[in-house]
């Protein structure tokens, strides 16, 4: 009985492998008689319509699947995506029951009508949506998808004004070429841009999407708008962050002793490490002036004239210390004794006759301290949040 068994089942498989070609023959030679029918007198030329007064709605959904750049110096927005496009045409149907139940059929897309839309605010050169290389997918009712995918670089006005925390606004903008609003209109599936098949970029994150048509000049419009945030955690970390350390380090000059350090190699020392890494800093930045230049060049030009200033009160201050030959004016002597008693009380006339030139220069340090710290303090601060505002 095993040995009938073994025999049985091959030809049980052979069988249903030959009904199965067989099937597939006849439905491909389904699909050529279908091509063969409808393509039959077809015009490609001709928009399909089955009154010739109403427009034509295609429906359109775009997927983003990556941001490959957005260069602030050129305005250079630059994305991968694929759209999703249908509509009716009328002329390309036909009965399943005619043609062993085919429901649909892939066609060329340049042998038949196919929307034409142009992008309007292309960066480089325009052109018009899909290739020769694409297929257009058709059901029994004459429904069309049509699914063409690019690299899609467009204009985009960067305003870095408040980087490394600024939000910019990118929009792919499309027209319906060479038909009127009568002849043809957009209509948007979502108000939203597909994010379902998106990779997360490494600089940029987006805050939200939004898609909506426009009728304007007898055209209709379809614009896809993007809204990224800068990650700004490497500029923070790599750019601000020392920056600020410096500027603290180099306040710090003023409570370096007078006999036993030098301070003018110190305070020079900080300055050229500022003005190095600003040098290596700015390149960096975008370098754009419009809108508006960006408020972090500000914020390190401000740095650059404290450490100027600080360098130019420590020289004050070293003459201050090192006078000897004369006698300290009574208003320089009322100040210093002005400052000693904010820390003690003590008796005035006292005061005024231990005053020596190295006591005022102490406390020009200590003032100088204050000055700086102030300064340092509101003008990083000031900048800092001003350039926050847009998290």
């Known amino acids: 009985m095993k040995m009938y068994a073994f025999p049985s089942f091959a030809l049980f498989i052979l069988i249903v492998g030959i009904r199965a070609v067989s099937v597939n023959v006849t439905h491909c030679k389904a699909e050529e008689a279908i091509f063969s029918d409808i393509m039959s007198g077809y015009n490609r ?31 250079k927005f630059s994305v991968i995506g694929f759209f999703y496009i249908s509509w009716s045409d009328p002329r390309l149907r036909w009965d399943p029951h005619n043609y062993d139940k085919v429901r649909n ?20 050169r325009h052109h018009g949506l899909g290739n020769d290389e694409m297929v257009i997918h058709f ?21 870095v004004e408040n980087f490394p925390f600024d939000v910019q606004t990118c929009k792919m903008t499309y027209v319906t070429w060479g ?5 043809m209109s957009f209509k948007m599936l979502s108000d939203e841009i597909n994010l379902k098949y998106f990779s997360p970029h490494g600089v940029w994150d987006i805050l939200d999407t939004y898609a909506y048509s426009q009728s304007e000049y007898n055209l209709d419009y379809v614009h ?8 700004s955690i490497f500029f923070l970390v790599n750019m601000l962050l020392p920056v600020m350390m410096l500027g603290i380090l ?14 003018i190699a110190y305070t020079l020392s900080v300055h050229l490490a500022i003005i190095v890494f600003l040098t290596l800093v700015s390149e960096n930045l975008p370098q754009t002036s419009k809108p508006n230049i960006s408020i972090i060049c500000y914020l390190l030009l401000s740095n650059v004239f404290l450490s100027a200033f600080i360098i130019i009160f420590t020289i004050i201050g070293l003459r201050i210390h090192r006078k000897s030959s004369k006698d300290v004016p009574k208003c320089i002597k009322s100040l210093v004794c002005v400052f000693r008693r904010c820390g003690r009380h003590s008796d005035e006339g006292s005061e005024k006759n231990d005053v020596m030139w190295k006591d005022a220069g102490k ?25 926050s505002r847009s998290i």
Not at 224 to 231: H, K, N, S
């Open 139 to 159: 059901n029994s009712n004459g429904h069309a998808v049509w699914n063409p995918g690019d690299v899609i670089e467009t204009v985009c006005d960067v305003d």
């Open 363 to 387: 406390c020009f340090d200590r003032l100088c301290i204050f000055l700086f710290v102030t300064a340092f303090t509101l003008t990083n601060a000031s900048f800092l949040f001003k350039m």
């Open 250 to 263: 180099n306040i710090f000059v003023f409570m370096i002793p007078v006999a036993h350090g030098d301070r």
């Open 45 to 75: 030329h001709v928009r399909p319509c089955s009154n010739v007064h109403d427009p034509i709605k295609i429906s359109v959904i775009f997927s983003l699947m990556n941001i490959n750049e957005l260069d602030e110096l050129t305005g």
């Open 105 to 124: 059929i892939l066609l060329p897309q340049n042998l038949v009508w196919r929307p034409a839309i142009m992008l309007t605010n292309s960066f480089s």
């Open 224 to 231: 896809f708008v993007v809204r990224l945030r800068r990650r």
């Open 179 to 183: 038909y009127t609003i009568t002849q």
